[in-house]
């Protein structure tokens, strides 16, 4: 997922209240609290030691559950029930072999769901898809799939039905790479095969799932001729009738270079938002995917630094009004959701409060970070800000993670190339079959001239004639 501390994961908790978890290659996993003057208020260092892959989410409950990898190559499980952390080693993995890719954690009625890939430090290509579940407070784990992802491997999405966990990713087919799903039956534990969902002529990547309503939509993109086309197609869930997949639309225009679309539910219509270069566009639909409306820019986000933000909520305002995980907006000046945001309730950014705050930190910049262990219902003491990125350098890391779709196609050449030549090499060997065998049969065809022609002496000198004779 590249530099994880641009993408933002916020859980927001039944009363309303918001928290930011963040990544900072000096501290490690951080948090911050949206206050009611719509400033980012510091929190504590949750794990100085973590990777940049992390995940976060919000139950029924209201308990938040993190699944990351520590640097000594822990896939750690913290559970937050309101007053303090747990933190569980589910498994330890040698980070000199094998590297842990987009742990995600989901949690569903009695059970907990960890998805994550893993694959050898040195880039082969191949990863493997692991499933681990919490049941009755005990783990079982399980391989999903194998992906042969190229160069780099894509991240994969999920979302939950009322019986399923959906799940879509990028994977090699022949020669292309393609878009895959699978689901899961959360009461038979039972995982479908992958099924390709795209047949595409060209390469596909960074897919997007939504379920609302009982219909799966599927948003990615495609590569023709240099330019990313955003497609879309849906499916019913439960799929009684056995209908399949309904044929794709494209969304974006020729020439746009439109990446990685995320789809939403608001305001009783299903968007999908994408962005191209340093603008944010979007197109909706009223109908459940049928017809969508011309894409249109996001102007009140222009202009921004935006990021990419994961979000679970269990506020009843928004499980009422809209449905997201993976979006674009601002969690710097306050919290700025495109679309959704109308919809949400978000305190209003007070620039005069963000002022105030500032002049009263001072010089206290130096003050010691809140561990883990603090009281988490009082304030903390101002703490030195990380360093803000600017847009170029995010927007530049953001369109090195779309890279990955033209370093697999360098590494699918580079896998052709390799096969022309163990080709190539098999062709010599056959030319030099076919040779031998030229050279024999000309020795044959030479012997039987030399036959022919002893044949002809021995008739014209009479020794057949007489040699016939004698035996009559």
């Known amino acids: 997922m590249g530099a994880s501390n641009k993408t933002h994961h916020l859980v927001r908790f039944s009363s309303g209240e918001i928290w930011c978890f963040s990544f900072d290659y000096n501290r490690g996993i951080i948090i911050k609290r949206l206050g009611r003057d719509g400033i980012w208020k510091p929190l504590y260092d949750l794990i100085p030691d973590a990777h940049e892959d992390f995940f976060v989410n919000i139950d029924d409950k209201d308990r938040l559950h993190l699944i990351c990898c520590s640097k000594k190559g822990e896939l750690l499980y913290m559970l937050y029930t309101g007053t303090e952390w747990s933190k569980q080693v589910l498994s330890i993995f040698e980070p000199a072999l094998y590297t842990i890719r987009y742990p995600m954690v989901i949690p569903s009625g009695s059970k907990i769901h960890i998805l994550f890939a893993i694959g050898k430090a040195f880039n082969t290509g191949y990863w493997s898809l692991q499933h681990y579940y919490r049941e009755k407070s005990e783990w079982h784990a399980s391989e999903i799939t194998k992906i042969t992802s190229g160069y780099r491997l894509s991240p994969f999405y999920t979302d939950l039905s009322e019986k399923y966990l959906h799940l879509t990713y990028r994977s090699l087919a022949g020669d292309k790479y393609q878009i895959f799903y699978c689901r899961y039956h959360i009461e038979h534990n039972i995982w479908s095969s992958p099924e390709n969902v795209t047949y595409d002529s060209n390469d596909c990547n960074m897919p997007s799932i939504l379920i609302r309503d009982d219909i799966l939509h599927l948003a990615w993109t495609s590569l023709h001729r240099n330019d990313l086309i955003v497609k879309y197609k849906n499916r019913p869930v439960r799929n009684e009738g056995k209908t399949g997949w309904s044929p794709e639309i494209q969304l974006n225009s020729q020439g746009t270079n439109a990446a990685l679309p995320r789809l939403i539910w608001a305001g009783g219509k299903v968007w999908c938002i994408w962005h191209q270069n340093d603008i944010l566009y979007a197109s909706s639909s009223e109908d459940q995917g049928k017809n969508w409306s011309a894409p249109a820019e996001l102007s009140d986000v222009t202009g921004i630094g935006f ?104 590494s699918k050449m580079d896998e052709s190339s390799e096969l022309g030549r163990r080709i190539i090499d098999e062709n010599k060997q056959i030319m030099v079959c076919i040779r031998e065998n030229t050279e024999m049969l000309q020795s044959l065809k030479e012997d039987m001239e030399q036959i022919k022609q002893y044949a002809k002496q021995l008739k014209s000198e009479g020794l057949l004639r007489r040699f016939f004779y004698r035996g009559s």
């Open 307 to 410: 990021q990419y933000i994961h979000y679970s909520s269990n506020y009843p305002k928004d499980k009422e009004c809209i449905q997201l995980q993976w979006t674009y907006g601002s969690a710097k000046d306050g919290l700025l959701l495109p679309v959704a945001g109308e919809d949400m309730d978000l305190p209003g950014y007070n620039a005069s409060a963000a002022i105030r705050e500032i002049k009263d930190q001072g010089f206290k910049e130096k003050t010691p970070y809140r561990s883990i262990h603090s009281a988490l219902d009082r304030e903390t003491a101002p703490v030195m800000a990380a360093p803000h990125r600017k847009l170029e350098n995010i927007l530049l890391d953001e369109f090195d993670r779309q890279e990955e779709l033209y370093h697999s196609l360098i």
